[in-house]
């Protein structure tokens, strides 16, 4: 690094070891920001701002310390887990992969899996600021044809340049993408396994999908996802694009982008990224320090202003005149050239707010040309990789007439609806327990039916539907409804007229079984008693929940395959009446006894043979259901936590964090973790 301001120099350097730290543990995205934002070196704002910077992130340092704390993992058992060294992810006893080696095990992985069998291809010839601006992904992603590829992809950012100082942070570091398009119904448990192959232990691992939506608004781009946290640290983007180039997606298609170097410093063991054993002879920082160090002095302090801006012009024309030319590929290459460019003359300071927002809506012009092009030149070459297929109808349930009298009267059963996603966000969770709990009961009384305490409980992986003594069959009904006026209702005989038969057929009655009555004006009509007899329950709710699930509203709802939206794709139903299982079928899953319990079990799927055992298999697993329940438990184990360290957390202050960590986990166990005194000091 340049030299400069001392003061500074020890700043940054310890700020950038507490990211490392506060990172590991978990803390929010929001919060671990605030560590982005360094004055750059020999700046104005350089000294100048030291003093307010270091005030705002006292906060900061304070709430890694308390998180710590109160983070929560999905393990079996209580863990006190050390954090001074660096993170430890690989198998004890494992040989640690290469950097090289993890580039190759991951091609090997998903070239071989089936519902996969990714093509493996070469980084693009052009920078990229993300492995998803490479064509193979956002150009592939529209359209019908179905797409699957994986590749390392080098991702510069001129903005990320710290000289190689930073032990985190670099100007280019190497993303690898996999794109899956159309969903193969089971994406998470896919990657669960491409940690494996990593040499990540996933058994013994707090491995959690949190949601962390995308959106680039430059290439008319987004989705909806999560980040994947390995013990509190960012490894993976995990994606369901449903938008590109301004387009809605028919198909959205899977993004799956790991952070190569964060993974192998944690896999290897090591505090800076120079210190990555690339291959078996050499380091990365014996690789790529010196570019690091070179393209930081480039991009930050020599890259010529002037000049930057002429060729963003000449790359904005020549774009532009290739899609004139319906040249959609040469078009998109100029096109990341441009976005390269941009930002470039950002790195250097040389945007300002006006002028910001215009490249933005010359580069999102041009992207939504582009990606309209692309998708006529594929329909006129005729779809060289074929089409999409449209989701196979479910296999049709029939009901047994049969079911278990254990747990029952004749008349009445306990039922249970499950309805298993993949990690709703925790205000999802809440918003669709909510609504359910609104809506269920006037269901319930509308169909006419019997029934004991209703509970609507739910975890970040499922919705549940409880209702004790359920009636196996409707109440019967009687309606009186109103015909045509008596006066054109029978002939000058008294025999029926076409008025009334009409009616009579309309509503299922006889001629000889209406009567007359004045309405509330005096009014003659006819009038019939329609008898309604009662349908049996499993008959009804088949019918009946899909609707109410349909109904259900969310801040942003997503499609993943088919056209029904939810929050997140829907991966398994359970509907169980007593031991009859419901003809229900909604978004394409047909319902089952089948649950899915936590994915590091031994044996991840579960037959539940009655309704009244649901709970109890879900609490073998320590899954548990209620959350309020959760909550509970979460508060007393952190309190009990806090305590061997002779620590105390005020509830009020803890409320909104204990909300949202309730609705990340379903079993959830208490981790105490510590960090080096040293991050606490901040220079004078």
Known sequence: MKGGCSA????????????????RLGCPRSSRQVLHRLPRRNSPACCSQRRDFAAVTRPLLAASRVYSQVATSETHEPTTRETNGASQLAVVGARQLTFQEAIT??????????????????????????????????????????????????????????????PNRVQRHTQFQVIMKPDPGNPQELYLGSLDALGIDTQAHDIRFVEDNWEAPVLGAWGLGWEVWCDGQEITQFTYFQQAGGTPLPHPAIEITYGLERILMALQGVQHFKDIQYTASMTYGELFMQNEYEMSCYNLDEANVEGQRQRFELYQQEAQRMLDKRLPVPAYDHLLKLSHTFNLLDARGAVGMTERAECFATMRHLARQVTGLWM???????????????????????????????????????????????????????????????????????????????????????LALLISQLAVHQRGAENKLRGPPAKVAFGPNGSPSKALLGFCKKNGVQ???????????????????????????????????????????????????????????????????????????????????????????????????????????LQQQNIVLSIEGRKQLIWEAVEATAGIVEGHLSRAAAQELLDEVTNLVEAPTVVLGNFDPAFLSLPK
């Open 8 to 23: 500074c120099d020890m700043l940054r350097q310890r700020l950038c070891a507490l990211q490392k730290t506060v990172a």
């Open 105 to 166: 095990a991951l091609e090997q992985y998903w070239a071989k899996q089936s519902g996969a069998n990714c093509a493996i291809l070469l980084p693009h010839n052009t920078e990229v600021g993300a492995g998803t601006m490479n064509p193979a992904t956002f150009l592939r992603v529209t359209g019908p044809e179905p797409w699957n590829v994986c590749y390392p992809e080098p991702s510069v950012r001129p903005d990320d340049s710290r000289y190689g100082n930073n």
């Open 376 to 462: 006529a030149r594929r329909e006129e070459l005729g779809h060289p990789l074929g089409t999409i297929a449209p989701p196979a109808e479910p296999e049709p349930i029939t009901i047994h007439p049969e079911a278990s009298t254990s747990g029952r009267t004749a008349d009445s059963a306990d039922f249970v609806l499950e309805v298993g996603s993949e990690e709703l966000p925790p205000d999802d969770v809440m918003t669709a327990v909510q609504q359910l709990r609104d809506r269920v009961p006037a269901l319930l009384d509308r169909l006419r039916l019997g029934h004991g305490e209703v509970q609507i409980e739910a975890t970040p992986r499922r």
């Open 511 to 617: 001629a000889d079984t209406v009567f007359t009555e004045a309405d509330s004006k005096g009014t003659e009509y006819v009038w019939a008693v329609v008898k309604q007899p009662g349908r049996a329950t499993a008959e009804v709710l088949a019918e009946e929940l899909p609707v109410l699930l349909a109904s259900l509203n969310f801040k942003r709802s997503m499609r993943w395959r088919g056209s029904t939206a939810f929050s997140r794709p829907l991966r398994w139903l359970l509907a169980l009446h007593g031991s009859t299982a419901l003809p229900l079928t909604y978004a394409g899953i047909s319902a089952s006894n089948t649950t899915r319990l936590l994915r590091n079990s031994s044996s991840p799927l579960h037959q539940v043979a009655h309704a009244d055992e649901y709970q109890g298999a």
